[in-house]
């Protein structure tokens, strides 16, 4: 089985920047992906990037390029999401994801298993 537990999000302006952070537990070995989603009032659940483990792979959905970073410690089994130049479009519930196979859509929701239960980010214009 496998957990995830997201924190780091908050109330800030636009322009800040957050550190969210997403720490595994259970089945952490082998071949894995996690991701990051998010989902505003209203709105479809939407992909920000995913990494697959062991590996420099990370894909990031467009809206996130140039502006979030993901980033994994191996030795915590912990993934982050630095956002930076945060806008108030960025407001949403931000989830991280884990699938434990093989996968070739990385963006799709329904690929990944296993969820974390969300933090809240709101920016503020």
């Known amino acids: 089985q496998v957990q995830l537990v997201e924190s780091g999000g908050g109330l800030v302006q636009a322009g800040d920047s957050l550190r969210l952070s997403c720490a595994a537990s259970?089945?952490?070995?082998?071949?894995?992906?996690m991701a990051w989603f998010r989902q505003a009032p209203g709105k479809e659940r939407e992909f920000v990037g995913a990494?697959?483990?062991?590996?420099?792979?990370?894909y990031y959905a467009d809206s996130a390029k140039g502006r979030f970073t993901i980033s994994v410690d191996n030795a915590k089994n912990t993934m982050y999401l630095q956002m930076n130049n945060l806008k108030p479009e960025d407001t949403a519930v931000y989830y991280c994801a884990k699938t434990t196979r093989w996968i070739s859509s990385w963006s799709t929701p329904g690929e990944y298993p296993y969820w974390g239960q969300g933090t809240q980010v709101t920016v503020s214009s």
């Open positions: 259970g089945r952490t070995f082998g071949d894995h992906y």
């Open positions: 990494k697959r483990w062991y590996t420099s792979s990370i």
